[in-house]
């Protein structure tokens, strides 16, 4: 009889995992909370940093899913039990057991209200990072409330990451390059429009990511060195908001008609009582800890418990993808030594 | 001995308690004519106006009542109340008795103070005397009754957690020789009387039980002369030790208590009701256990009585000094009524941080023009979520209204008073007051406590000045707002400056009330704590500032509680950086999501909350 | 000595070998949050008394962090310890406390 590998989470994580641990013959449950697979990246609408469609990357994944894979959709995972070296799993009131167990829950997205000076949910045209990606998905470019183009969009790096004030001082990786890749976006669906990027640094760590950076420079986004503190609403449902211009070392003010604000990635709250669970950790930053950064970044401390993508900090989808490879191989290392 | 005889009976051991005696009252008046010699005219004429007043007679009372019976320390802990009570109205009782037995069984002789305390030494059979079983029954009583209450000393010093008291203070030597005098006094007394009853087969029912009982297996005729001298002994040394240690207190209060009823009050810097004010406290440890810096971060020599030690004995440290969050929660509990705040502000007043000019620099500045001015603040500027409440309900009531400081404003002066930089508050104070002036209005409503604080004690604006918890209620109550009360349930902090600074408890009660189902938390209203974002201290961090309004959020019954509602920018912002699972939202955006045509519909940031999460997740 | 050329114009570059840093070592002695800072400017744009003056809290520590004692400790004194900026420094730099110290070295010079 093959074995059974229980995956939590179906975003690009979960599905790599799962077409490996097919391939290798396990049998596989794939749980996933939302109605569809994909996860986050199932939201956005081009990636970084070739600007691709994400639908490209989600349905080639899910087309390589073979049947051997049960796809349980609408089900959250609310506990897992270990039982006489194996576990049960439990979604929708039902349990079924595994061999083991894979986690790739992801994050969330840092809810930006909690950044209360920072006016979103109070001003109008004060939206998220992923609201931006959805405006582009279904209008192909950015709109104001009333319908307009923006015609000055200011662009807000680390919101919800590199701040203590909302316990969340771990820098999210993505956001600096999914920021300019929307500046040049915005630059290209409304080419009038002016774009600004305010930063404390720019971390461009990847592949093509610098190529970005340039190319946001050569179509005339503009940088602006310093944090955002406090904004307020004027007329007509614009935005003034406040930073200092620390290249100058002058406080700067400035009136835009949309502020997309770079929400950061946290850990999924949820994802911390499957944690207690399975009796490991969470890491400084609350997401799950692995067993060694180094040399075992799939594995965690419990037996039979592996990790992959975002769960275990900020990523990008590449990111996902070899953890999803590294753990698909520790599984069936761990379920062949047996 | 003859009571009838003229002449005054006498023996040497009471020599070391008159002595003692005769030193504790010569110093005692000295020292108080000498402070109220010290007084400004001013006061000196205060206090003559009001010693032939009302205000006499109430000041008796309240002696009564807080020198003897401890009222105040009786309301925050019975048993810690029974302990002063026991000690200090069952003395004066026993004082009180005495004399009157003295008097009754000498025929209403003037005697020397010697007498009634040791009377059972001078005439040790009164049991067969008319009402003499009354007499000493009665004392005996009394004597159990002190002794009950210094058993529960030694248990305090001991054990203080049943007594309230998570801390006591530290105590110096000389203390400590005062307090192990005091302590024997009245076991001393006990054996002293017991052992002449027992000699004599006299006394009430315990001492002539004890004393009999020691008969039967101890030679007590020798212990007579001895017990006499060592009780003369243990009172006459506690009193010469009074004025130099903490002891001092017992007189002190009494004075305080006549001058504070005058009309006396601290000064802008320490004068010489301070040094009364010094000599009043009875360490009795209130002060400790109400310091939030002691118990939620373990801070625990800089409260408030440590610093009327330190001023009255040596120097206090700037780190003394300086580590205080000014929350004023010891000052509301001190059952002397010490003037905590203001000595310890008086004392952050010596360290200069800042000169004459130092905002030459703001000019030509203009706030808007406005007929009810609403003033955010600084810190206002951060929770735009108050604001835009506040104003959207002012819409709806039809309040003509301006944001005054909408492009900003100076700083209203509060937080460098706080930091002890009235010189430099007075200059920000000084062009506020035109400011405010020049935009014309006729009232001004703040939704920050610490502004709304300095507003009303230090700007003299001939305006009504309202936080905007009290002017909301006021549109509530002429029908300009209507409410629909909710099942919401909600629990109210009391921000310091808002609270205990102002007075202001009710109106934010009375308002909530319309908009749900308000539970009090275990500390609120005088007692409530602070959130720990507190502009008073400087020198924590902000992870210690985050311990302290965990803390205080999970003493709000958070659990039990939908939204924990604040009154003050600075309260939010604190608690909201401490906790992601606890709803924390304004006053305002209670109430607007209350206003009965929004009622059900998603108003707050708070509500929104769960929508943003469900879409994005 | 070698000058890598920076003779001319001694007042417009840092010169570290004979930077005066005590400032700066005492500051983050008594309070180590000091050297937290990342250089954001939240407290600067967020300054109530940045708005009407060129006062940044940023640029004083950087001055310290410098040996420009003399020039932060002079401007330190705009500052109406209103404490805007604590709340909105992402490190946690304990704005309030340091400008107190920064004023405390002014009393002692
Ligand atoms: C604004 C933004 C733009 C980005 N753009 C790019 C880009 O252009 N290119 C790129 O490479 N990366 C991008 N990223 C990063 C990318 O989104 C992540 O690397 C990727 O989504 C991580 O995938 P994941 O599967 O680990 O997690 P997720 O995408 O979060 O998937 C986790 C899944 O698990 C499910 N789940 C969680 N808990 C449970 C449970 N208990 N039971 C059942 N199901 C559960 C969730 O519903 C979710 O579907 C971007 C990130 C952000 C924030
Ligand atoms: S990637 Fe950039 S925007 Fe995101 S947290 Fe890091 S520095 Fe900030
Ligand atoms: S200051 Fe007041 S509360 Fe504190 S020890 Fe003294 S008397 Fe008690
Ligand atoms: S005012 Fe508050 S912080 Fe200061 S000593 Fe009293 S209780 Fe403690
Ligand atoms: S405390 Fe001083 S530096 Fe900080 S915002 Fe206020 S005025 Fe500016
Ligand atoms: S807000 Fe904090 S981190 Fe940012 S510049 Fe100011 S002190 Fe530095």
């Known amino acids: 009889m093959s074995k059974t590998v229980a995956i939590i989470g179906g975003g690009i994580a979960g599905l790599e995992t799962s077409i490996q641990l097919e391939k290798l013959g396990y049998d596989v449950t794939l749980y996933e909370k939302d109605k569809a697979l994909g996860g986050h990246a199932g939201k956005w609408d081009r990636l970084f940093p070739n600007r691709r469609h994400a639908t490209e990357v989600i349905d080639s994944l899910t087309s390589r899913i073979k049947d051997k894979v049960q796809i349980n959709l609408a089900a959250t995972v609310n506990q897992i039990k270990r039982e006489n070296g194996s576990f049960l799993v439990e979604a929708n009131g039902k349990s079924q057991k595994a061999d083991a167990i894979v986690l790739t829950t992801g994050f969330e997205l840092f809810p930006a209200n909690k950044k209360e000076e920072y006016g979103y949910g109070i001003f109008e045209n004060v939206i998220t990072s992923a609201e931006l990606e959805s405006m582009f998905s279904s209008n192909g470019k950015p709109l104001m409330t009333n319908g307009n183009n923006p015609a000055k969009v200011a662009f807000i790096h680390c919101v919800g990451s590199r701040d203590e004030k909302v316990n969340r001082p771990y820098c999210s990786k993505v956001c600096c390059v999914t920021a300019v890749k929307q500046a040049i976006e915005v630059k290209e669906a409304i080419p009038t429009s002016d774009v600004y990027c305010f930063y404390m640094d720019l971390r461009m760590f990847g592949p093509g990511y610098e190529d970005l950076y340039k190319e946001a420079q050569v179509k005339g986004v503009n940088f602006i060195r310093g944090r955002l503190s406090e904004t307020s609403e004027m007329e007509g449902g614009r935005v003034l908001i406040k930073a200092e211009d620390t290249l100058s070392s002058k406080p700067l003010k400035m009136t835009v008609d949309m502020v997309v604000l770079m929400v950061g990635m946290s850990p999924l709250p949820s994802t911390e009582k499957l944690l207690k669970d399975l009796e490991i950790t969470p890491n400084n930053d609350g997401f799950v800890q692995v067993k060694d950064y180094h040399l075992e970044p799939t594995h965690t401390e419990a037996d039979g418990v592996f990790v992959a993508g975002a769960c275990t900090g900020p990523n990008n989808i590449t990111d996902s993808v070899n953890a999803a490879h590294t753990a698909a191989l520790e599984v069936h290392k761990y379920l062949t030594s047996e | ?617 | 000595m070698v000058n890598f050329g920076y003779t001319t114009l001694p007042t417009h570059i840092h010169d570290m070998d004979k930077a005066d840093l005590g400032l700066a070592d005492s500051i983050s002695f008594e309070d180590s949050s000091f050297n937290l800072c990342i250089a954001c400017g939240s407290c600067t744009s967020t300054c109530t008394a940045g708005a009407f003056t060129n006062f940044s809290f940023r640029q004083m520590c950087h001055q310290i962090k410098r040996g420009e004692n003399s020039q932060a400790i002079a401007e330190s004194e705009k500052c109406m310890l209103c404490g805007k900026c604590t709340l909105a420094c992402p490190r946690n730099v304990n704005t309030r406390n340091i400008i107190r110290l920064v004023r405390k070295a002014n009393q002692t010079i």
């Open chain 2, 1 to 617: 001995m003859n009571l009838h005889a003229v002449q005054i009976p006498f023996h040497p051991f009471v020599l070391p308690f008159t002595i003692g005696l005769i030193f504790l009252v010569f110093y005692i008046v000295g020292k108080w004519i000498y402070w109220v010699s010290q007084f400004s005219w001013e006061d000196k004429k205060k206090i003559i106006r009001g010693f032939f007043s009302l205000k006499t007679p109430q000041a008796i009372w309240e002696v009564f009542m807080e020198s003897l019976l401890h009222r105040k320390v009786f309301r925050r802990n019975a048993l810690l109340g029974y302990m002063h009570m026991s000690l200090a109205f069952g003395w004066f009782l026993l004082i009180v008795f005495g004399n009157l037995e003295t008097r009754f069984f000498t025929h209403g002789r003037i005697n020397p103070p010697y007498i009634p305390i040791f009377f059972e030494f001078f005439e040790h059979d009164l049991t067969s005397l008319d009402y003499g079983r009354f007499f000493t029954f009665t004392m005996d009583l009394l004597l159990l009754f002190v002794l009950s209450g210094v058993g529960l000393a030694y248990f305090k010093r001991f054990r203080s957690k049943p007594l309230g008291m998570k801390n006591t203070t530290k105590h110096s030597t000389i203390d400590r020789l005062a307090l192990t005098a005091l302590w024997l006094i009245f076991p001393l007394r006990l054996l002293a009387e017991s052992v002449t009853a027992g000699l004599y087969d006299a006394g009430g029912f315990i001492t002539n039980s004890i004393g009999t009982f020691m008969m039967t297996f101890l030679p007590i005729q020798h212990f007579y002369y001895p017990s006499w001298w060592a009780y003369s002994i243990a009172l006459g040394a506690f009193f010469v030790f009074i004025p130099f240690t903490r002891y001092m207190h017992i007189p002190t209060e009494i004075l305080l208590i006549f001058l504070r009823k005058y009309g006396i009050v601290e000064k802008a810097i320490h004068s010489t009701y301070t040094q009364v004010e010094l000599s009043s406290c009875s360490r009795c440890g209130i002060c400790i256990d109400a310091c939030q810096l002691g118990s939620d971060l373990g801070i625990v020599s800089t409260q408030s009585t440590y610093l009327i030690k330190s001023i009255r004995y040596d120097q206090p440290t700037e780190k003394l000094i300086d580590s205080c969050m000014a929350c004023t929660r010891c000052d509301q509990l001190c059952p002397v009524g010490i003037d905590i705040a203001s000595i310890r502000a008086n004392e952050r007043k010596m360290i200069q941080l800042f000169q004459e000019n130092s905002y030459k620099y703001i000019n030509g500045y203009e706030y808007k023009k406005a007929k009810v001015a609403y003033f955010a603040g600084c810190m206002g500027h951060l929770t735009p979520s108050v604001y835009k409440a506040t104003l959207a309900l002012f819409k709806k009531a039809g309040v003509d209204y301006n944001f005054i400081d909408r492009d900003g404003s100076i700083c209203c002066g509060r937080p460098l008073q706080l930091a002890g930089q009235e010189d430099a508050a007075k200059q920000l104070i000084e062009k506020n007051i035109k400011l405010i002036e020049n935009c014309g209005a006729t009232v001004l409503v703040t939704s920050c406590p610490i502004c709304a604080k300095v507003f009303t004690d230090s700007y003299k604006l001939k305006i009504p000045i309202y936080h905007h918890s009290q002017y909301l209620l006021m549109l509530a109550k002429e029908k300009k707002l209507k409410f629909e009360k909710s099942d919401l349930q909600i629990t109210y902090h009391d921000p310091c400056e808002l609270g205990r600074g102002l007075g202001v408890y009710d109106e934010p009660r009375e308002l909530l009330g319309m908009a749900g189902k308000l539970i009090e938390s275990a500390n609120s209203r005088e007692n409530s704590l602070c959130c720990g974002g507190s502009l008073g201290i400087t020198n924590i961090s902000h992870e210690q500032r985050n311990t302290i309004a965990s803390i205080t959020l999970s003493e709000l019954a958070a659990d039990k509680a939908d939204v924990v509602a604040t009154a003050c920018p600075l309260c939010k912002k604190t608690f909201k950086s401490a906790s992601e699972n606890v709803r924390i939202a304004d006053i305002s955006e209670i109430m607007l999501d209350a206003v009965q045509e929004n009622a059900n519909k998603i108003q707050s940031e708070f509500v929104q909350e769960k929508e943003i999460e469900t879409i994005h997740n």
